[in-house]
């Protein structure tokens, strides 16, 4: 049997309820609604402009909504203090869009920084060294250690934004277009290493992705974010065969 089949038994990691965001009179989320389930893959496909970014921006807080609720690891985050907060964003990945790797900094040094801005969840006498050894090997790139991100493929450059990411070891992982702009070959890489990752460290993962091969490998589940509300949710196989056509239009090729 399928070790994912019982998902929808698991515990809830991350919860949004009822999201608004309003730009003027541009109203991007209209009453959003998310469940991520502990240890699944939920791949969230929307048009470009369809509030995407502006969703992941107020769920790690960079962005505030004008209303409803958020839920991580069962604290709701708009009644945390930035302590609190703070602490909360260690057990947060999040894979930017690119890579947004520090230009001037060597790939150790680039692993370091949030070691260093995350002190608190590791001890002071934590091993750097070590720390940074195992996220480089869990993407198959330790020998890169000391390169300069210049010196590096777009694909390499993917893997050790991801080592950053799995640095601190956390608990939930978001990742905002994952497989942009690599050819299909590396894209393929990330998304066997982004499945190698979630079963090594039992992480649940958000995936927003344009890409709809990478949808269909990776999700357990798909949510797909249609006038600003999560207009439909469930499997890739339940959604590709759909008839209504707002949902036929993310499938056809
Ligand atoms: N800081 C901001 N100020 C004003 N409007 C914004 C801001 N951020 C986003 N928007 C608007 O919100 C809407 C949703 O943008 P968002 O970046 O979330 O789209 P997206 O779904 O991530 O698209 P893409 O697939 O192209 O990344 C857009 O109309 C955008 O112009
Ligand atoms: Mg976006």
């Not at 769920?59 to 609190?84: F, P, R």
């Not at 964003?89 to 520090?102: E, K, T």
């Not at 001037?104 to 050894?133: C, G, I, Q, W, Y």
């Amino acid at each position: 049997m399928n070790d994912k089949q019982n998902i929808s038994h698991s515990e809830i990691v991350l919860q949004i309820k009822d999201l608004h965001k309003s730009f003027g009179d541009n109203h991007v989320l209209k009453g959003f609604n998310m469940s991520l389930y502990q240890g699944e893959n939920l791949v969230i496909i929307g048009k470009s402009g369809s509030g995407k970014s502006v969703m992941i921006k107020c769920l790690v807080g960079l962005m505030e909504a004008d209303s409803g609720s958020i839920t991580v690891m069962k604290n709701d985050i708009t009644k945390l203090t930035q302590e609190a907060l703070d602490i909360l964003r260690a057990d947060i990945g999040f894979l930017f869009q690119g890579s947004a790797l520090y230009d001037s900094m060597t790939v150790r040094e680039n692993l370091e920084f949030p070691l260093r801005r995350h002190s608190k969840k590791f001890s002071k006498n934590a091993d750097t060294e070590a720390l940074v050894l195992e996220a480089l090997t869990s993407v198959g790139l330790a020998h890169a250690i000391d390169l300069m991100p210049s010196e590096l493929s777009g694909g390499m450059k993917r893997r050790v934004a991801l080592a950053r990411t799995l640095i601190l070891q956390p608990k939930i992982i978001l990742y905002d277009e994952p497989t942009s702009g690599l050819d299909p070959i590396t894209a393929k890489e990330i998304i066997i290493l982004m499945q190698d990752i979630q079963k090594k460290y039992n992480t649940s993962s958000l995936i927003i992705t344009h890409d709809m091969d990478c949808a269909r490998v990776i999700s357990d589940r798909m949510l797909l974010l249609i006038d600003g509300i999560d207009y439909a949710v469930g499997s890739f196989a339940t959604l590709s065969a759909s008839k209504d056509p707002k949902i036929r239009a993310f499938f056809k090729n």
